[in-house]
């Protein structure tokens, strides 16, 4: 999904071409097959718009999906922090993203970058300052709103930091957490997306291919989790005695209901990162990256079911539900290419890899209260790793060269910033507030009141 102005810049001036008097004659040449004309330029434009708002507020929507998975897997007295950590995590990456971070991401006004490592930095996010495409010729010629592209790239940088709060849920304090998004939001991420969507190193060098974000998404996200688990360390009470005790989610339904929403939303995650409508092979391709996204998420749930069923004697609903975000998060890497037989493989092995990794995760006491580092981190490097499956034009050495970067800057950034938040204002609450619960102490506001005390 690199920045919409590239593609559709040719699309918008295409789309104006081909409604000039002057090209009549050239569209109604019998060579042309007018079934994959672009329509008129202002209805490319509306219909390129068109596609980055609605799938905007899809992906937007998937927050709301993360706070509902996440309040209902955590125990009653820390629903209420999940709720806040949520909701300030996506106002955050909004401001972060149209201060700095969407100008590190993408070239500057006039399509510089500093050696294919950063983007041009050219101050705050502004409508006319969005890249060279828009500055020589207007939005038109573009093909799109350059708003609606802003909002569609910072939908995503919301997502990254959305997947940090689930797996360090219950024992981190709220301000070092918001903290912590502002870094990843603001530089974190954005960096990650300059190398590929960006046009940056991976792009050019490497051929690296991720589509909608398996890699520049979720894995930059499970990178900053893990790490952050492993400076965190887990729940009290959550690794003793030499075995695992299991702290019960406390809304499952809840949890489901938020599975749903993110299913939902991924329809606009990927299939708007086509990037444009304006062509009847677009609304195609949109049409088929649904499909396989979703049959994906039906493979992994179907996988999850099975595999717990034989592994464990009884079907695990949150596994289930791990599932289904498995098999979306592994097709991400490349929805379009496969069809739809390879499309249910990829998903499957996305929604088993949950089923495999968290009682590892287990063993070596990194304590991933919902899963986000199997589902996120895991998938997203085998969804990235199969791109050239489908894809010829993705190599196996270019994608492992994207995962292998994107591990070590993120690994290293984001260990940088919770080690200095550790050794500053602290990470963790202490003992007593943690056993009591965060919701009294972090927000002043029980979820379920007279549940407070549920251990």
């Not at 102005?5 to 081909?18: P, Q």
């Not at 990254?160 to 603001?186: D, M, N, Q, Y």
Request: proline share 4%.
């Amino acid at each position: 999904m690199k920045s919409a102005m590239w593609k559709l810049g040719a699309v918008g001036v295409t789309a104006l071409l081909a409604s000039s008097p002057a090209m009549a004659a050239v569209a109604e040449a019998p060579a042309v097959d007018p079934a994959l004309e672009a329509v008129s330029g202002g209805t490319a434009y509306i219909l390129n718009t068109l596609l980055f708002l609605i799938g905007g507020f899809l992906v937007m929507w998937m927050a709301a999906g993360f706070a509902m998975l996440e309040a209902g897997l955590v125990r009653a007295k820390n629903t209420s922090t999940q709720c806040l950590k949520n909701i300030g995590l996506y106002a955050i990456a909004g401001l972060m993203f149209w201060i700095i971070g969407y100008n590190i991401a993408y070239p500057g006004t006039m399509g510089e970058d500093w050696n294919g490592y950063i983007g041009g930095f050219t101050g705050w996010y502004s409508m006319q300052a969005a890249g060279a495409d828009i500055m020589q010729g207007g939005e038109e010629a573009a093909g799109y709103s350059v708003a609606s592209d802003w909002f569609f790239q910072m939908v995503f940088c919301a997502t990254t930091a959305s997947i940090v709060s689930g797996t360090l849920a219950e024992r981190i304090k709220i301000v070092p957490f918001f903290i912590f998004v502002t870094v990843l939001t603001g530089v974190i991420y954005p960096v990650v997306v300059s190398w590929e969507w960006g046009t940056g190193f991976l792009d050019t060098d490497y051929a690296f291919s991720d589509f909608a974000g398996s890699t520049l998404v979720h894995s930059t996200g499970g990178w900053a989790a893990l790490i952050g688990a492993l400076i965190l360390g887990p729940r009290l009470g959550r690794y003793a005695d030499g075995k695992v005790n299991v702290f019960p989610g406390t809304n499952i339904p809840l949890a489901t209901l938020g599975t749903f929403i993110l299913w939902l939303g991924w329809f606009g995650f990927n299939g708007a990162s086509q990037l444009a409508m304006g062509t009847v092979s677009d609304v195609g391709d949109v049409s088929k990256i649904f499909v396989n996204t979703n049959m994906a998420a039906c493979a992994g749930v179907v996988v999850a079911i099975i595999a717990t069923q034989l592994r464990y004697g009884k079907a695990d609903v949150t596994m289930a539900l791990n599932g289904a975000l498995g098999g979306l998060v592994a097709i991400t890497a490349e929805p379009l290419m496969p069809n739809v037989g390879m499309a249910v493989i990829i998903g499957g092995i996305g929604g088993i890899l949950p089923v495999l990794f968290v009682p590892l995760l287990d063993k070596l006491k990194i304590d991933d209260v919902v899963g986000a580092i199997p589902v996120h981190l895991v998938a997203g490097i085998w969804g990235t790793m199969a791109v050239p499956i489908t894809n010829d034009g993705a190599t196996f050495g270019g994608q492992f060269m994207g995962v292998l970067a994107c591990a070590v800057w993120v690994s290293a950034a984001s260990a940088i910033v919770w080690l200095a938040l550790k050794y500053t204002v602290g990470l963790r609450p202490s003992a007593e507030i943690e056993t009591a619960g965060l919701d009294v102490h972090e927000t002043g506001v029980e979820a379920y009141p007279g549940l407070a005390n549920q251990a």
